[in-house]
Structures are given as C-alpha cells and as structure tokens.
C-alpha cells in the first residue's frame, strides 16, 4: 500500500485557501480523494528474530543427548571413500534397518571426499547429508537416524564450543 508520501504528484496546493468557498485543501494526493494514498494501510516489515548463541549451543546439546539416550546416533567409519553410486548407499541404509529420516553426518575437512557421500545420497528420499561445521538442533531432531562418521564425531565438540564462545570469551 502506498500512503500520501509515497503516491506520484500532489505537489501543488489544488485551490487558495481561502476565497473559493470550498473546503481547504493541501494535496491531490490526500486519502480521502480519489487517486489518494491509502491511510494507516498495511507495510512490509522485515521481521527478522536471531537466537542468542547460548541457546543455540543449549538446543545442540539437548538435541545430542535426546538423540543418544534413545539410541538413534550411530558412528560409522570410511563413509568418506564410499564411491559416489546411490546403490550402495540404499544398501547400507536398507542394511541398517532404518525406518524414517537419516542424516548423515561428515566431517568439515574431508568436504572434497564427502562430495561422492552427497552425489550418492541426493537421490534417496528421507536421506540427507550434512557437515560437522552445519549440524544444529532442528536437522538432528527432524530426523530420526544419525549416523556420524568418526573424523565428524571429533569435530562436533569443537563446533559446539565455536557456537559457544563469543569475542574469544568461553561461556
């Protein structure tokens, strides 16, 4: 909606203000003429909430301990070398007997290697891949398994201490 402000013309004064024996008027553009900006009409706010890096570090660990004390975490090795083919990676899953969403979890500096772990699993429905440096609480609790490899299982206290430490200051 535009207001007065912000419609095109209304610049002049239509009529002097006195001696006409009309209503005073000061703008075109006024909300109670036709062509006029709309009054207390509704705006775009941008809307923008952040949570303090306490909670978040708090919502990471509780989503950890949630997910290990109902078993659901599993720690695999080598998942990096697997070769980018989605057959293989629907075997392992279907070896693992899984029901429901499955995340897997890889580490940060073995990005480049992990590519062939993304290309296998993109195409298999309720898998997704995610980094150490990437977790946070919403993708561990959406999903229902966590398989983190062993080079991302060392990160991930790391990364809940980076999410934790503000201006070089340990919280």
């Known amino acids: 909606m535009k207001t007065r402000a912000e419609v095109r013309g209304g610049g002049a004064k239509p009529w002097k203000q006195k001696g006409t024996g009309r209503a005073r008027a000061g703008s075109r553009r006024s909300p109670i003429w036709v062509g006029g900006g709309k009054a207390q009409g509704p705006k775009h706010r941008n ?6 890096k306490k909670m978040k570090r708090g919502a990471l660990i509780s989503a950890f301990s949630q ?3 109902d078993n659901q975490i599993k720690v695999i090795s080598n998942v990096e070398k697997m070769p980018p083919k989605t057959k293989i ?3 392992f899953l279907n ?13 940060q500096k073995t990005q480049d ?5 993304k290309l296998a699993a993109r195409n298999i429905q309720g898998a997704s891949i995610n980094t150490s440096n990437n977790l946070n609480a919403f993708e561990l609790i959406k999903n229902k398994n966590i398989f983190i ?8 206290p790391e990364q809940i201490n980076y999410i934790g430490t503000q201006e070089g200051k340990s919280i």
């Open 47 to 52: 809307v923008h909430l952040s949570l303090p």
């Open 67 to 69: 997910k290990a004390s």
């Open 89 to 91: 990676m629907a075997n």
């Open 95 to 107: 070896k693992m007997q899984i029901k429901g969403n499955s995340l897997i979890v890889i580490s």
């Open 113 to 117: 290697t992990g590519k062939n772990v």
């Open 149 to 156: 490899s062993r080079e991302a299982l060392v990160q991930i």
